[in-house]
């Protein structure tokens, strides 16, 4: 005897299955598919960093990032006091930004740093990592900035954490790990907005954000979706207990429309039910058992097909039943269709359908009841002005 529980399975299945990571909606970054291009990215980073483009944000962008490198600094000092960096509290204003700058000496072949800022008497140079590991050559870059004569710094801007070791630069350079989070978390702490910021720049701003954001959001999608693999397994049979039960009850419930159709002498053809007589080419749809068990709501449409909808004068049709019809009680006729194979009379809609109280099948029945054979039923209604039109007349000719 199966003493399976669905209620109760459910109910503690809910409460084992962590949620799904939520997929963030798509930033203009996806839609022009740059999300993963680190020039892309390095060059609206750079429109930023530069207080003399036109961006109204000034020297934001810059003024976050000293003061997460002094922040920074201040921590390793304490963990790792063997690693020193430059001062950077006499660093003025940025004068120069520039993206992909080639480097001097390097052997075999050209190499560029992402971005490189510069003052009167510093640089500072950011390797910035979007979608591949640090495998760049760091030596190289510090070799370039160097020959600037200038105090340098070097920073790997990064989604994910890398420790002081993994940016070493020579035996006694290091670069900076900074993280995209934590850089953005201080330009969003920092950022003050005026009447005079203009729309423009909070839009480029804000897709950068949610591109670095999104980016963030698959770094953690696979542990997320590992717990609940995990969860699944460990719960595989009482999972598969109750994906048979609603399949089962979704066959029910299809089979009972089916049933209450035919009642009324509509007949399944394809996803559509007709009448069985052909007359006019009447046809009802209704939403699948499981869309309706998910909204506990009836959603079906009345509409004429095939040749009836080839004579009929489709505009009028759908004018006269959309003022006909759309005070009645459940019936949304803002949305009627006109198509080349159908045109809709009405579309029906009703919640709560699904109740302890009355059982689908009469609920259905009630419903069919009310659109097909009751007193001005609109399928009546349908039916009386298709034979004011001699519409079968017109059709066998």
Not at 145 to 173: M, R, W
Not at 301 to 323: A, G, P, S, Y
Not at 370 to 379: S, Y
Request: net charge negative.
């Amino acid at each position: 005897m199966d003493n399976f529980d669905i209620t109760k399975e459910t109910a503690l299945l809910k409460a084992k299955l962590p949620a799904l990571p939520k997929r963030p909606r798509k930033n203009l970054f996806d839609i022009l598919k740059i999300q993963n291009r680190e020039i892309r990215n390095s060059n609206i980073l750079a429109y930023f960093f530069d207080p003399n483009e036109e961006h109204s944000f000034g020297s934001l962008f810059y003024d976050a990032l000293l003061e997460i490198i002094m922040d920074k600094v201040s921590a390793l000092q304490n963990t790792h006091p063997h690693i020193t960096f430059e001062d950077i509290s006499s660093f003025d204003e940025v004068k120069t930004v520039r993206t992909e700058e080639q480097t001097n000496g390097a052997i075999e072949t050209a190499k560029s740093i992402d971005i490189v800022l510069e003052g009167n008497k510093w640089v500072i140079g950011i390797e910035n990592k979007i979608n591949h590991n640090l495998v760049n050559p760091l030596d190289v870059y510090w070799e370039h900035l160097q020959s600037k004569d200038k105090s340098t710094f070097g920073i790997v801007l990064s989604l994910k954490p890398y420790p002081p070791e993994e940016c070493k630069a020579n035996t006694h350079n290091y670069f900076l790990n900074i993280t995209h989070q934590e850089f953005l978390e201080r330009v969003q702490n920092n950022i003050q907005l005026t009447g005079d910021t203009s729309s423009t720049d909070l839009f480029y701003l804000r897709e950068y954000f949610k591109n670095i954001e999104s980016h963030y959001y698959h770094f953690k999608e696979t542990p997320e979706m590992d717990k609940i693999i995990e969860q699944i397994v460990e719960n595989y049979d009482a999972i598969r207990k109750i994906v048979k039960k609603k399949e089962a009850a979704e066959k029910h419930i299809e089979d009972t429309i089916v049933d209450a159709f035919e009642d009324f002498k509509y007949i399944k053809v394809g996803k559509w039910y007709r009448r069985e007589d052909r007359k006019f080419d009447l046809y009802f749809y209704v939403k699948p058992a499981s869309e309706l068990m998910q909204m506990n709501a009836l959603w079906l449409c009345f509409e004429i097909r095939n040749n009836t909808n080839e004579v009929v004068d489709n505009l009028e049709f759908t004018k006269h039943f959309k003022e006909l019809f759309e005070k009645f009680p459940g019936f949304n006729q803002s949305n009627l269709e006109i198509r080349k194979n159908h045109t809709h009379a009405f579309t029906y809609y009703e919640d709560q359908i699904f109740t302890k109280s009355i059982p689908f099948k009469d609920k259905f029945k009630e419903i069919l009841e009310r659109l097909i054979n009751a007193k001005n039923a609109p399928v009546k209604q349908v039916e009386e002005y298709l034979e004011e039109r001699n519409i079968l007349k017109v059709i066998k000719q």
